[in-house]
């Protein structure tokens, strides 16, 4: 049965093929075929290029797993500092603290000449 339908299949496309090749100018005919070829040409690199693409990937991902914690351990960086500008320094009690009345914050702006402090023109913002 398979065969059967193998063969009128491709007795029905030989066939629309011839017909439909008889009734097409020659321009046309030039078109379809360099179409075909065109295609053709592509599936070849299409599959060289998957190809690569997928043993670069392959490749890239022994190497993550192999230098991932094998050569050099994680590093972890902690951004802080204590009061006294070390890290891990224990901070004194609150009372010891220098602290500034509220309203009297000093704000500098940088590349400004003078150093007078944003919230002496600025007052009601601060307050």
Excluded at 35 to 46: E, N
Excluded at 119 to 127: A, H, M, N, R, V
Aim: charged letters at 15%.
């Amino acid at each position: 049965m398979k065969k059967f339908i193998v063969v009128v299949s491709v007795t029905f496309f030989a066939v629309l093929a011839a017909v439909v090749g008889f009734r097409l100018s020659p321009d046309a005919m030039a078109v379809i075929i360099g179409i075909i070829c065109g295609v053709l040409a592509s599936v070849p690199t299409s599959i060289i290029l998957v190809w690569v693409l997928r043993q670069r990937d392959r490749q890239t991902e022994v190497e993550m797993n192999s230098t991932r914690f094998g050569h050099y351990p994680p590093v972890v960086v902690v951004n802080g500092q204590g009061p006294n500008g070390y890290p891990g320094a224990v901070a004194p009690p609150p009372a010891l603290l220098p602290t500034t009345p509220p309203g009297m914050r000093d704000f500098k702006v940088i590349g400004q000449e003078n150093t007078e402090a944003v919230g002496d023109f600025l007052p009601s913002i601060w307050e």
